[in-house]
């Protein structure tokens, strides 16, 4: 990703960028985005566009580790709680489902195995922090015993069950609160149940 401009105007630029790319990646995906809309939405422009970003792809790159610091930063495991922390996956998945939708565009045209979350300039991970605070929790008798990555992966996928990607039934916000507070429970139980020690 380029570092962004210093100038307040050039700044300014590159977000209306970042934001316009985020919604024509997530609604169409990498191959389908246009780069002629994003401009427009962004009241920019082509040459300013590949002087931040270099191309289509970088422009993906970018809002890609936007949208995963986001969800990062936004949404961390407290206390080690991993139930109440798919929980907090599920209402941002009713927020903010064009950062679910970019994860699978992501998954489907980047990288078909693997992580999803690749190193930083520091050699850490996004996830990094996650799988510590398990490994934590496990140590401390709290969370059963297992790769954390892969008790993190199982989290996650529980709290997708009603995501934009679901294949079974996607919630949306305008719902009853009544039926997101069931689904809370429900995946609260699940979760607390999945990660006991055994």
Do not use: C
């Amino acid at each position: 990703m380029s570092d962004e401009p210093t100038t307040a105007r050039g700044a300014a630029s590159y977000r209306r960028l970042l934001d316009a790319a985020t919604s024509e990646f997530a609604a169409a995906g990498i191959a389908g985005a246009r780069i002629d809309r994003v401009i427009t939405a962004a009241d920019s422009n082509k040459t300013q566009l590949y002087s931040y970003f270099g191309s289509k792809d970088g422009l993906f790159d970018a809002v890609f580790a936007r949208a995963q610091r986001e969800f990062t930063e936004g949404v961390r495991i407290e206390d080690d709680d991993l139930a109440d922390w798919a929980v907090r996956l599920y209402d941002e998945y009713l927020r903010r489902p064009d950062l679910v939708r970019l994860v699978t565009w992501a998954r489907l045209e980047r990288r078909p195995r693997g992580s999803m979350a690749d190193p930083e300039p520091d050699g850490q991970r996004v996830d990094d922090a996650k799988t510590e605070r398990i490994r934590a929790a496990q140590k401390a008798g709290r969370v059963r015993e297992g790769d954390p990555a892969d008790i993190m992966a199982m989290v996650i996928a529980m709290s997708m069950a009603w995501s934009p990607v679901s294949n079974v039934y996607a919630a949306h916000p305008d719902e009853p609160d009544s039926v997101h507070e069931q689904r809370r429970t429900m995946l609260r139980e699940w979760v607390r149940t999945a990660v006991a020690p055994r």
